[in-house]
């Protein structure tokens, strides 16, 4: 039932995304004002660039692959077991990370190319498509998250023990089958429980993956289109710890849905590539490929939108909330206490690195 169930719900994202890229074709005509890349032509080296961009590709991929990969080996440590405290409080700090990448790095970006004096004032100027497209990405990620959950779910409810503990029996052993039902009944709660929360952990698992690599590749193409050295310096740097830190997130979610090692490797791996066939891709298009131009300002700046709903109702909701609204913390203060201080650290870390991104 899961494998038929990622196949519909990244059928349904992909045709999400189609239309909101497509949504206002009209509207993709340059506007009278000059369009012009806002940088200083002395950082303008394609020699340069190209070999920077090279350097960027293989150690964004490396940084990206420690990152997803260390909490999956983590899991040898006892004290980086997901069901210690250790655990919770380095998930907190990738969540933060996430949350922070959602509102400080994509929805701004977003912003800025959809309100691009290069895009005609109608309609580009007169509605905030940015934020409309963020809460119709947040709510439609809520949406497949509630709705893949519930149509799981209901598989598993069907309980063939049932029939055993309503069974007719003798007087004399009434007493014993009721015992018995009893107990049979809450095991196979317990049991029950235990699946749907693995059933969360790996719709979790795949809604977050796929907001990271929208973003991921755009951000990659933006690397690999420019040719302006004094940006590429920047942003390898920022963005090997922007991987890195976000790889923990998303790897701390696949240890907790309890795949097995394949599916662990092919999900680490097109997170870790991503960034890397972005810069190769954007390398590939940099002669057709504007950064400023109408086309592409309107078609990244969608996906960003998109993005950044998905990635903040994710942080918000099934990584923070589910979290601190969790038993575990809820029994001590003192472990939320220090679960927030790490969410305003991988926050916080992330602010910084905006400078550069």
Not at 15 to 21: M, N, P, R
Not at 88 to 113: C, N, Q, R, Y
Not at 148 to 175: F, H, Q, W, Y
Not at 194 to 201: A, D, E, F, P, W
Request: net charge neutral; glycine share 8%.
């Amino acid at each position: 039932m899961m494998p038929k169930a990622n196949v519909i719900f990244s059928s349904t994202i992909t045709i999400f995304l189609l239309l909101s890229i497509s949504h206002f074709p009209g509207a993709l005509s340059q506007s009278d004002k000059e369009c012009t890349p806002e940088y200083d032509n002395t950082c303008t080296d394609k020699n340069k660039a190209f070999n920077l961009k090279l350097v960027a590709v293989f150690t964004i991929l490396i940084t990206s692959l420690i990152g997803v990969c260390l909490p999956l080996f983590a899991r040898s440590v006892s004290a980086f077991q997901p069901e210690r405290s250790l655990f919770l409080i380095v998930k907190s700090f990738a969540s933060g990370i996430i949350l922070a990448t959602g509102f400080i790095h994509v929805l701004p970006d977003s912003f800025e190319m959809l309100s691009s004096h290069c895009l005609n004032d109608n309609p580009w100027h007169k509605f905030p498509f940015t934020g409309f497209v963020a809460l119709i990405s947040a709510v439609f990620t809520l949406m497949v998250d509630s709705i893949t959950t519930s149509l799981i779910s209901k598989s598993g409810k069907r309980d063939p023990s049932a029939d055993v503990a309503s069974a007719g029996s003798p007087d004399e052993e009434m007493g014993h089958v009721s015992h018995y039902g009893h107990g049979l009944h809450h095991s196979n709660g317990k049991e029950l429980g235990s699946n749907l929360q693995l059933l969360r952990y790996r719709v979790i698992a795949i809604v977050l993956e796929l907001g990271i690599v929208v973003h991921s590749i755009v951000i990659g193409l933006s690397v690999g289109a420019t040719n302006n050295t004094c940006t590429i310096k920047g942003l390898i740097a920022a963005l090997c710890f922007h991987q890195m830190f976000e790889g923990m997130g998303l790897g701390g979610c696949i240890l907790q849905a309890e795949y097995g090692w394949a599916k662990k490797a092919v999900m680490a791996f097109f997170f870790s590539v991503t960034t890397p066939f972005g810069v190769v891709l954007g390398m590939a298009l940099s002669k057709t490929y504007k950064e400023n131009g109408p086309d592409s300002l309107i078609t990244v700046g969608l996906l960003n939108a998109s993005s950044s709903g998905l990635l903040i109702y994710m942080a918000l909701v099934d990584l923070l909330a589910a979290d601190f609204m969790g038993q575990k913390m809820q029994r001590s203060i003192k472990l939320q206490l220090k679960s927030y201080a790490a969410v305003l650290l991988g926050a916080g870390g992330m602010a910084v690195l905006a400078k550069w991104t």
